[in-house]
């Protein structure tokens, strides 16, 4: 009983980067060109494992989809996306988990992956990061467009389709993007830059949304 | 109307010959080489000296400074040379009867942290024990000093306080440059351009000639002055100089009229700018992160300079950038310069100047005329050995002393 | 703006990366046996030509991955990217 | 030409109002309605008029007032708009004294193939290459497509050229790939093909413009190859009162005619040194304007040319020059000779049109590191061998900007440039497109090479009125003055003349400047060279530059998860790197001072709480992650027992300090290092580039946790108390959670990581929770009545203590022995990063600058941070003050410095030197409170 009323509290006290934020995405979202929002509290795990090994292919199977390879390259399994984050780095992306405990406990996706990871082969690390950074996502036929304006990356759909992610930078902040749909991206920043990355991207859509 | 530049002289140099010898082969026909020349007619009476310089004579980033000149430097060895500096330069005009256009119109180094400031008063105090004036002000008083920085509270980055050097400022290099050749031509200095040294004859650990695209040319003593290309030319007598050659860029915008009275420098906001003779801004960026001999930096390094630069001047925003370049510094480990010996006897070195070079120009010509002419370093370069590195005995003007230009 | 080509990223932006001077400059083995000299040049002395130039970047906004490059100071052009722990590939 | 068709626009020059035609530039109009005069020249005040009719104006420079105040910019390329205010310039801008209200932006853009021009060449550059199947951007600065087209009356497949250059590029434009930027200048060429261009996007709408677009946008492009087919700028001869208003390009006053509908002039004097002012001249005759004469400095003109001439009754004056223009203040007649010294005849002329043939615009070509070669046919220098460097340019030249003279020539040229650049790009070439067709096209006669006219006798010879450079007012005797004072090189000529260095940077006269300087050297001009081009191609505003990243935006902001509650608070920010902290917690009446004495008071015998989540955080584990560990500190950290917490020191190889912070270890290949603030990122770097640079065989990951973590410090007497009451499931007793242990716990409902540290000396704990709780933990440890404080108490507490702050109380020239922590370097481990510079010359000195503290005799005396130390009497500085207090706990002031042999001072009486006035203190051991440790420990 305790135990709940606990965990009921934790959400209840529970406050995204961007909470404040939320009045301001709608009304920039109005108009139908873009969509802005934050998806808050997104269990995000740093994983690192030498891919070859057969830990990873038991990770993998924890996953449900062997870890990719391709350099920039994201895969979905369920309600997990793994994206690539270098050689033997991957961003493993899953639910809201709100109550997982500190440290291991539970049956959180982090210990699942401790656990396939065993402890044999060593050298693997599975570090939670889901507070480190925050998403959003920005959607709707001018969100390249909006993108484009603080992104060096080629962002046309041959080359940035959905599938593909990259670490780069936002106009002056390091983020993750991550091409879900067609005309759909999620930009993951961390957290002390959130409000930065949140106002820019305002400002960058306010041609395009009014 | 307008200000109109000083004519320069009528008669400025000829261009020489390359002899077969000389008692003393400069490397170099920027300022610094000039300078060296000239010092080594006037106080030590060596007359037959060489210039060489491989391209056009003053080129370099003699060509290309923001001019920006101050003494103000954190430690006492610094405060020595560049204070000396700035003294020649008070008596300049004068003693080389050409117009330098030197301007005191004070230059001012904005703090922006609380660290900045920490530092900034620890350099005003530092310079009043070396006898460098100096002096700390409050944001309303460089409000005063130069009405157009912004200087209210709830900017990103604002405006704390400032270091102001009220003896410091500019003065117009290419007459500097010209002026120290007009004058150590007429004491009998060779100035060669288009004399690329490609080689340094060395035997018996001793320096005895160059190797030049115009022929070889013996020497009885050698002195470098290719800032920049330094380490290039070094390793020609096998000698390895601890730097690193960067691009450092500079713009200027069109002619305004008046707005900017003296010289502002920020670290934190990274910009520099003064206000020239003829009216333009002119602005100075940082160096590209890597090596290069290119003169000619990044472009997303003036955009940042142009973001600073509209943070601390508002009313810049509508004026324009005429023109951009760049040249190669060469910066050494702690950011201050090399003056001296080199392990091959007769050898000698001036460089690592990096950003900050040109106020030095006649500081650094008197005291490099002196350890050439005398074999040993003048007392006030003497601290700037190359066998610092090995004892550790560095002269770091990185972290206190405010951007290094 | 150099473009870079990250070997696991491909071609990126300069500003992605941090410059870290001259490659294959090892950690000396002994520190303690050597002379200020020696310790010095492995503290301060770095090559510093005008022409090809094997250096380290590292992705520090994307991958995070050290590696090599082989780039010509002179005219910035960018001749091998290599990965930390290889050779420096012989360039006609 | 008050008839001319089109929407009136209104607007005011000089003071006076005027009508124009929607799409006139402010040049258009200003001839249009007769104004010769636009501004008076820099230095000698002369009054000039409109040169040209494009970017390369060296003479109508205009300061824009309305819609809102912006120097210098010509009137050739200032479109009119209803409103506009414009006043002639007399040499310098004017600075608006108010905020820029515009809005600026970037937009980065990728394709195979760029193209800069979209004139003829350009046009069949981008429609091959895009037929190819490439993404191509083709840009152009005017506002409309057609380039040279637009100006002349040519037809092509059939067509008027500008129609058919607007379909050519509505057609592109329509195709997926494509992008056609009008109005959109390319200023720069950098490395790996990347190109940066301005788009002036609502200079043209004035009121009407919207005001979240931004006024101008800066593309930075990165494309596989460029076309550069950027044309050619016609130049002048240099002549007796060239610089007159009247005084006009060929070209120009076709495109004005053609173009505009506008005719500059009534009578007209043609001077020219090639075919092209024939149809210029032609156009102009059949616009109403009457030719007096056609002046050629050749023996003959193309045949063509010569017999359209005839019968049209133009008069052609073969080997003729034009030996002055005269007029006061402006044309009113010209000097016409025979160049082998006949006589001279005054032709009376409200316009002279001159050509001295067309200079490529290799501008963009030479700053992307290509050669220039000068070809004697066109008598200019052209693009060279793009392979012929070290550097392979991946860039083509087509169309007159490598001096391709004719239409059908700039056709076929661009077409062919499109499908090099196609298969360059990877691409498949298909099948050549017929050209499309030129019809009238007569064979040009050789062009010959005039520079100069020596003015006819005793008509100032001196050379004072051959202007070489319009805009900065250089004449042929200034160039002559150089060159006689001993300059040999054209770089040295611009410098002492100043030419090539306005606004215009020489664009119709770098080429005039070389070749007078090449004549009086005796040199020619091929070997002499042109200056150096550099960006921008065209003047850029500072604020498109800065585009987005301005005010708020001009660095971001970092922010804990308590930052609204500490700004709610009424907290003061400081600014540390990027990260606004909390700086004291004033209430209501307080100062600064009394601020910080409560808060540290608080700290000292209460509990207070400070947000400490800027800390940088990093996760190392692996099995090697204690050898790392051990190998970047300079203490041990492999013989930490799990569960614990140990501080540590980083020193860069030469020994100084490079960051400190404790190290908790999480199990026994698991450990958590935090950083300083501002170093966060470096110090991940800096392990990073160990591990993966020099020791890749160590198993190790690090991993940024910074803002995984919110953490708030609780510190005080009762600390314990107020921690026991949030986790009543904590034995919080010292014996089982001992001074530097870490303790998972739930603090307030909330799991967390307690760590039992101290930056203050007291009794405190730090407690980690993710950070979405770092709010919610606040509050409630807020809630239990504890006193928040800031930075500034923060420092003075440790500085009590006498714990350095990186960075504040070193410099970069500190060893971790001269900050008195000789205890925190390991005897034990055979090396270390930093190790071996202990021992070198001048760090085993014993007047090394060393911590210590001092105390103030005058005890309310506060020593200012910076104030440097001197012996009595002496004036030689011995260190300084890096960290100055008033403490409560001390109930005086004191300070901490780093002071030449400081240690052995202790107990010396030293100076403050504080200007004139000397402060007396007293050197003492740096930790000033509690120096047994008994308070934290407890
Ligand atoms: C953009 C920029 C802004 C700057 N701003 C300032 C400032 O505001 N204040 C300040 O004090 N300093 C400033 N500096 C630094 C200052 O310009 C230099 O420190 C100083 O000019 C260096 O000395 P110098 O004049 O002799 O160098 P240079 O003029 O570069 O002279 C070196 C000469 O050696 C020649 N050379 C090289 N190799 C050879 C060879 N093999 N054979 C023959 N000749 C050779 C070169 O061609 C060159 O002409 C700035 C520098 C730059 C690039
Ligand atoms: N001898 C000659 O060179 C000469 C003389 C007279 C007329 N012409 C005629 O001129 C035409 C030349 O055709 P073309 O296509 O080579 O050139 P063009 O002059 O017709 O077009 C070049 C275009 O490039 C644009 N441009 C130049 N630099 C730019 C930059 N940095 N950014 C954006 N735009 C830029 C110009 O505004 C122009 O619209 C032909 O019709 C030819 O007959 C040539
Ligand atoms: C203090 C200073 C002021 C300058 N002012 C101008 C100027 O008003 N106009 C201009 O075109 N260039 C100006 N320049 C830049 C030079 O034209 C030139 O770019 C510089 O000397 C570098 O040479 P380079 O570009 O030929 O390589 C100035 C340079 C300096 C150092
Ligand atoms: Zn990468």
């Known amino acids: ?210 | ?405 | ?92 | 030409m008050t008839s001319r068709p089109g929407e009136v626009v209104r607007f005011r020059f000089d003071g006076r109002d005027y009508e124009g035609r929607r799409g006139d530039t402010l040049a258009a109009a200003l001839l249009a309605n007769g104004v010769r005069r636009v501004s008076t020249s820099v230095q000698l005040g002369q009054p000039r008029g409109i040169f040209s009719a494009g970017g390369e104006e060296p003479n109508a420079l205009v300061q824009i007032e309305t819609p809102f105040p912006e120097p210098m910019l010509p009137a050739t390329t200032v479109e009119i708009c209803d409103g506009l205010v414009a006043t002639g310039l007399p040499g310098k801008g004017r600075l608006a004294d108010r905020p820029d209200p515009a809005r600026y932006d970037t937009v980065h853009a990728h394709c195979d193939v760029l193209v800069v021009g979209a004139g003829p060449a350009g046009l069949m550059a981008a429609a091959e290459a895009a037929r190819g199947g490439a993404r191509v951007i083709l840009a152009d600065e005017r506002p409309a497509p057609g380039g040279s087209l637009l100006g002349t009356a040519e037809a092509v497949d059939g067509l008027p050229g500008r129609r058919w250059a607007a379909e050519r590029a509505a057609e592109l434009d329509g195709l997926a790939d494509v992008r056609v930027l009008c109005r959109t200048t390319v200023f720069g060429h950098y490395d790996d093909n990347y190109l940066v261009a301005v788009e002036r996007r609502t200079n043209h709408l004035g009121a009407a413009a919207p005001a979240t677009t931004a006024r101008e946008r800066i593309w930075r492009i990165r494309a596989r190859r460029v076309v550069h087919a950027t044309g050619a700028h016609e130049r002048f001869p240099a002549f007796a009162g060239n610089d007159l208003p009247g005084v006009m390009l060929a070209g120009a006053a076709r495109t004005y005619v053609n173009q505009y509908g506008v005719r500059p002039g009534r009578r007209a004097v043609v001077l020219t040194t090639n075919d092209t002012a024939y149809p210029a001249a032609l156009d102009l005759a059949a616009a109403g304007i009457e030719i007096a004469a056609i002046v050629d400095v050749r023996q003959a003109p193309g045949e063509e040319w010569a017999r359209r001439c005839a019968e049209r009754g133009i008069d052609v004056l073969t080997g003729h020059v034009v030996t002055a223009a005269r007029g006061a203040g402006e044309l009113s007649s010209v000097v016409v000779a025979p160049e082998d010294g006949g006589q001279a005849r005054d032709v009376p002329a409200d316009l002279l049109l001159v050509s001295g043939g067309w200079t490529p615009v290799v501008h963009l070509f030479s700053q992307a590191g290509g050669t220039l070669r000068f070809d004697e046919e066109i008598g200019a220098f052209v693009p060279g061998d793009t392979q012929a460097r070290d550097v392979r340019l991946a860039v083509e030249v087509a169309g007159s900007a490598r001096g391709v003279p004719t239409l059908s020539g700039c056709l076929r040229d661009g077409a062919e440039a499109g499908r090099r650049a196609l298969a360059a790009a990877g691409f498949a070439v298909p099948d050549q497109a017929p050209p499309p067709a030129v019809e009238d096209e007569p064979a040009a006669a050789p062009a010959r090479h005039l520079w100069l006219v020596p003015a006819a006798d005793g008509d100032g010879d001196d050379y004072r009125e051959h202007f070489v450079d319009l805009q900065r007012d250089v004449t042929v005797a200034d160039v002559l003055r150089a060159t006689g004072a001993g300059l040999r090189s054209v770089e040295h000529v611009k410098r002492y003349t100043t030419a090539g260095t306005a606004h215009d940077q020489g664009r119709t006269s770098g080429l005039l400047t070389s070749a007078i300087t090449a004549h009086a050297l005796g040199l020619d001009v091929a070997d002499l060279g042109v200056t150096t081009f550099r960006a921008p191609y065209a003047p850029v505003s500072f604020a498109a530059l800065a585009g987005r990243d301005r005010g708020h935006l001009h660095d971001p902001v970092r922010v804990t998860a308590m930052h609204d509650w500490h700004v709610a608070r009424g907290a003061p920010l400081e600014n540390v790197g990027q990260w606004k902290r909390p700086w004291y917690y004033p209430l209501d009446g307080e100062d600064m001072t009394a601020a910080v004495l409560r808060e540290c008071r608080a700290a000292r015998e209460d509990v207070a709480m400070m947000d400490a989540s800027t800390l940088g955080k990093i996760d190392v584990i692996g099995p090697d992650a204690a050898e790392l560990l051990d190998r970047l500190y300079t203490n041990m950290m492999s013989t930490l027992p799990v569960g614990s917490i140990r501080y540590g020191v980083m020193c860069r190889p030469d020994g100084m300090v490079f960051d400190d912070g404790t190290v908790i270890r999480l199990a026994e290949d698991h450990f958590l290092a935090t950083t300083t603030t501002g170093n966060a990122a470096a110090v991940l770097d800096w392990m990073e580039e160990w591990l993966q640079t020099e020791w890749p065989s160590l198993r190790v990951h690090c991993t940024s946790v910074t803002e995984q973590w919110a953490t708030v410090a609780l510190v005080g007497p009762r600390s314990r108390e107020v921690l026991a009451g949030l986790a009543p499931g904590l034995d919080v007793g010292n014996a089982s959670f001992p001074f530097m242990t870490w303790r998972d716990a739930e603090v307030a409902g909330i799991p967390a990581r307690v760590c039992r540290i101290s930056f203050s000396g007291e009794l405190a704990y730090e407690i980690n929770v993710r950070s979405w709780y770092g709010l919610a933990l606040w509050e409630a440890v807020n809630a239990a009545g504890v006193t928040p404080y800031g930075t500034e108490t923060m420092h003075v507490l440790r500085a009590e203590k006498g714990y350095p702050i990186i960075g504040q109380d070193t410099d970069g020239t500190v060893t971790p022995q001269d900050l008195g922590m000789a205890w925190v370097v390991s005897k034990k481990k055979a090396d270390f990063i930093g190790k071996r510079s202990f021992s070198r010359a001048d760090t085993v000195r014993p007047d090394r600058k060393q911590l210590v503290g001092l105390l103030p005799e005058d005890t309310g005396r506060l020593l200012p941070e910076g104030v440097h130390l001197v012996e009595p009497g002496g004036t030689r500085a011995l260190g300084h003050v890096t960290s100055g207090y008033r403490s409560a706990a001390l109930g005086r002031t004191f300070a901490l410095a780093l002071i030449s042999g400081g240690r052995e001072r202790v107990g010396e009486r030293l100076h403050a030197a504080m200007g004139e006035e000397m402060i007396p203190v007293t050197v003492t051991h740096h930790v000033l409170y509690d120096p047994e440790g008994a308070r934290r420990d407890g």
């Open chain 2, 1 to 405: 109307m307008t200000e109109n530049l000083p004519d320069h002289p009528d008669w400025l140099w000829a261009a020489a010959e390359p002899k077969r010898s000389y008692d003393v082969v400069i490397v170099g026909g920027g300022g610094h080489g000039l300078a060296t020349a000239y010092y080594l007619a006037k106080n030590h009476g060596i007359t037959n000296v060489a210039v060489l310089e491989r391209g056009w004579l003053a080129g370099g980033n003699m060509a290309r400074n923001t001019t920006i000149i101050r003494s103000n430097y954190l430690w006492d060895e610094s405060a020595g040379i560049y204070e000396h500096a700035l003294k020649l330069w008070e008596g300049l005009e004068d003693d080389l009867g050409y117009p330098l256009l030197f301007s005191q119109r004070g230059v001012l180094n904005l703090a922006h942290s609380l660290q900045d400031v920490r530092d900034s008063v620890r350099r005003v105090h530092a310079n009043r024990l070396n006898g460098v004036d100096a002096e700390w002000l409050e944001p309303e008083q460089v409000k005063e000093l130069c009405p157009i920085v912004d200087v209210s509270p709830d900017v990103r980055y604002p405006v704390l306080g400032a270091t102001y050097q009220p003896r410091a400022g500019i003065a117009k290099h290419d007459y500097v440059a010209w002026g120290f050749a007009r004058a150590a031509a007429a004491y009998g200095v060779d100035l060669i351009e288009n004399c690329e040294v490609t080689g340094l004859d060395v035997r018996d650990g001793r320096v005895t000639g160059v190797r030049t695209t115009r022929g070889p040319i013996a020497a009885g003593k050698v002195a470098l002055c290719a800032a920049g290309h330094s380490s290039v030319v070094a390793a020609m007598a096998g000698v390895a100089l601890p730097l690193q050659s960067h691009p450092l860029q500079a713009l200027v915008s069109e002619l305004l009229e008046p707005v900017h009275p003296t010289v502002v420098m920020s670290n934190a906001v990274h910009v520099y700018v003064s206000q020239a003779h003829k009216g333009e801004l002119v602005m100075g960026a940082g160096i590209d992160a890597a090596n290069s001999y290119r003169q000619r930096g990044a472009f997303h390094i003036i955009e940042r300079q142009m973001a600073a630069a509209l943070e601390l001047f508002p009313v810049f925003a509508r004026a324009h950038v005429l023109r951009t370049w760049g040249g190669v510094v060469d910066v050494t480990p702690d950011a201050s310069p090399i003056v001296g010996l080199t392990p091959v006897d007769d050898l000698y070195v001036n460089c690592g100047w990096g950003t900050g070079g040109f106020k030095a120009t006649p500081g650094v010509g008197w005291c490099y005329a002196h350890t050439v002419a005398h074999g040993e370093p003048h007392p006030l370069s003497a601290p700037f050995s190359l066998d610092r590195f090995t004892t550790g005995a560095l002269v770091d003007e990185h972290g206190a002393a405010a951007v290094a230009h």
């Open chain 1, 1 to 210: 009983m305790a135990e709940r009323r606990n965990a009921d509290r934790r959400s209840a006290d529970r406050r995204s980067p961007l909470a404040g934020f939320a009045a301001r995405f709608e009304t920039a979202s109005a108009g139908g060109a873009l969509r802005l929002a934050e998806i808050p509290f997104l269990t995000q795990l740093n994983l690192r494992v030498d891919a070859k090994s057969p830990a990873a292919e038991r990770i993998g199977r924890a996953l449900g989809t062997t870890l990719p390879v391709e350099p920039g390259s994201a895969v979905r399994s369920g309600d997990l996306t793994v994206l690539w984050l270098g050689p033997d780095e991957w961003l493993v992306l899953g639910p809201d988990e709100g109550e997982a405990e500190i440290g291991a406990g539970g049956a959180g996706l982090r210990d699942r992956l401790v656990e396939a990871a065993g402890s044999a082969d060593g050298h693997v690390s599975v570090v939670d990061v889901s507070a480190q950074r925050t998403t959003l996502v920005l959607a709707g036929a001018r969100a390249r467009d909006v993108l484009a304006h603080g992104c060096a990356l080629d962002l046309h759909p041959r080359v940035f389709g959905p599938g593909r992610c990259a670490q780069t930078l936002l106009a002056r902040a390091q983020v993750v993007l991550v091409a879900r749909e067609t005309d759909e991206f999620w930009v993951l920043c961390r957290s002390s830059f959130a409000g930065y990355v949140a106002e820019w991207l305002l400002d960058a859509a306010a041609e395009y949304v009014t």
């Open chain 3, 1 to 92: 703006m150099l473009l870079i080509p990250c070997p696991w990223c491909g071609p990126r932006d300069e500003i992605e990366f941090h410059y870290g001077g001259q490659a294959h400059v090892a950690y000396p083995e002994d520190p303690a046996a050597l002379s200020d000299e020696e310790w010095a040049r492995y503290l301060f002395f770095r090559d510093n030509p005008k022409g090809r130039f094997a250096e380290r970047w590292s992705h520090s906004a994307g991958c995070r991955r050290w590696f090599n490059v082989v780039r010509d100071t002179a005219t910035n052009e960018i001749h091998a990217v290599y990965r930390i722990g290889e050779p420096r590939p012989v360039i006609a």
